[in-house]
């Protein structure tokens, strides 16, 4: 575990013989979670650091009609909820769900504080990730503030093919989990893409993505 954990955020820059050496002085716990468990509900108090340290899960948002807004997906070594936990709203801003079998470190929050005040490297790895989450959050918000199917789209096809001459560009996502990433249903993202072809923007065979037309692209989101 500690190996693992030498690579998390919070614990760059210790080895994990210091970090079974730091852990021998608090309290903390692993939990096991199977595929589909929910680890934390929305509005729950953040009373722990949660860490991944195996496996995969997701934070996602359920309105009242059960749409899905998938937020991210979180994989070993990263934690969750740590830019909340110290807030006067220390509440989970998503569900937390396991995407795999994985198992969760839990860390209480008063530890947590033990450990920043008692280890320089631990405190300024916490700072760096608290802020590396605001401009996580702030990019998410940006991408979300486009209004249709089609410039969400566009502007995800666009980041993924970065380079001028990159023209196929492999998803790392299913059509599903797009749909998910994007607040909209499948076969809705499924008329968004076949009326992009029909545009002669881009041709889609599965995960694989041919931009026939970046100008196309950039007009959408402009």
């Keep these: 575990m500690f190996e693992i954990?030498?690579?998390?955020?919070?614990?760059?820059?210790l080895s994990a013989k210091?970090?079974?050496?730091?852990?021998?002085?608090?309290?903390?716990?692993?939990?096991s979670f199977s595929k589909g468990q929910t680890i934390a509900q929305r509005d729950d108090e953040v009373k722990n650091?949660?860490?991944?340290?195996?496996?995969i899960v997701k934070g996602e948002m359920v309105d009242f009609s059960g749409k899905i807004l998938k937020v991210e997906e979180i994989q070993a070594p990263q934690p969750l909820a740590h830019a909340v936990m110290f807030s006067q709203m220390n509440k989970f801003p998503v569900d937390v769900v396991a995407l795999t079998n994985c198992k969760i470190l839990f860390i209480p929050r008063t530890d947590v504080l033990r450990l920043m005040q008692s280890n320089e490297i631990i405190l300024k790895n916490f700072l760096r990730a608290v802020s590396n989450r605001a401009h996580f959050l702030t990019t998410k918000l940006w991408f979300l503030s486009f209004k249709t199917i089609k410039?969400?789209?566009?502007?995800?096809?666009?980041?993924?093919?970065?380079?001028?001459?990159?023209?196929?560009i492999i998803l790392p996502k299913s059509h599903q989990e797009l749909a998910e990433l994007f607040g909209v249903t499948r076969p809705s993202l499924a008329r968004v893409l076949s009326e992009m072809e029909d545009d002669e923007t881009i041709i889609v065979n599965r995960r694989e993505v041919q931009i026939i037309n970046k100008q196309k692209l950039l007009e959408m989101i402009k």
Aim: proline fraction near 2%; glycine fraction near 6%; charge should be negative.
């Design 18 to 31: 210091e970090l079974e050496s730091i852990f021998g002085t608090i309290a903390y716990s692993v939990k």
């Design 5 to 13: 954990l030498s690579n998390s955020p919070f614990f760059i820059g």
């Design 49 to 55: 650091l949660l860490i991944v340290i195996e496996g």
């Design 151 to 168: 410039e969400k789209v566009a502007h995800y096809l666009l980041n993924l093919a970065k380079s001028e001459t990159r023209t196929t």
